[in-house]
């Protein structure tokens, strides 16, 4: 079946260091793969998302590669603010319109 | 703000009693998607409308139902509610089209069962 795991939290992080939170992924055939992020008292934003190997998505300087060989779509940010605090999810897509599969939330605390 | 309301933003009620909670997809979504976020279990995709049809379901209690009118909007109905249906109830909404498969988020219906 299709499945993400991403890594657990939370993590605490002091303001300009880097970032990375990793997800992998178990799917059939080529999905999707998006990251989410949820602010405290706020619904999901999508934050980046990747549709076929080797691409890279962006936002807001994250950034994320879709990496079919490693199964991975590790999330990056080079110099992390404490407005960066806040849930971060991994997700898939199998095709268009289908529900999304997540992982279980990395919790991001930056430190002034 | 992605383009997708939710009403209402809480919702406190007790036992046994009955909700429905409401979502009008962004303009031109014709899929509609509800998911329960709980501290215990995550993000679970309950069910999936598209264009008025039922279009899949996943971990959704056969004491849940929903539906999603001509207007596109959708409602979930909770009833004979207990403790543990205490949870964020997201709506998400998806282009007809492309997107390959993004979602849009509303910003959730918070539901206490006391």
């Known amino acids: 079946g299709n499945s993400v795991t991403q890594m657990e939290g939370p993590v605490t992080l002091s303001e300009e260091a880097f970032l990375t939170i990793n997800c992998t992924y178990t799917?059939?055939?080529?999905?999707?793969l998006f990251w989410y992020v949820q602010y405290p008292g706020e619904g999901l934003q999508l934050l980046l998302k990747?549709?076929?190997?080797?691409d890279k998505g962006s936002n807001k300087g994250f950034e994320a590669t879709y990496r079919k060989e490693t199964t991975s779509f590790h999330l990056e940010k080079g110099s992390v603010q404490v407005s960066d605090s806040a849930v971060y999810f991994c997700a898939l897509s199998p095709t268009g319109n289908t529900p999304l599969v997540f992982g279980k939330g990395t919790r991001l605390s930056v430190i002034a | 703000d992605s383009g997708v309301t939710q009403t209402p933003k809480h919702l406190i009620t007790a036992t046994g009693q009955r909700v429905t909670l409401r979502c009008s997809p962004r303009?031109?979504?014709?899929?509609v998607y509800w998911y329960q976020q709980s501290l215990d279990q995550g993000l679970q995709f309950l069910i999936q409308?598209?264009?008025?049809?039922?279009?899949a379901k996943g971990n959704i209690l056969e004491r849940f139902s929903a539906q999603q009118f001509p207007d596109l909007h959708s409602e979930l109905n909770l009833s004979s509610l207990e403790l543990g249906d205490s949870a964020l109830y997201f709506c998400?909404?998806?282009?007809?089209?492309?997107?390959?498969?993004?979602?849009?988020f509303g910003p959730g219906t918070r539901l206490l069962v006391l």
């Open positions: 799917a059939t055939g080529y999905p999707s």
């Open positions: 303009s031109g979504d014709l899929s």
């Open positions: 990747a549709t076929k190997a080797d």
């Open positions: 998400a909404s998806s282009p007809r089209t492309s997107g390959r498969g993004a979602q849009y």
């Open positions: 409308y598209y264009n008025g049809e039922e279009r």
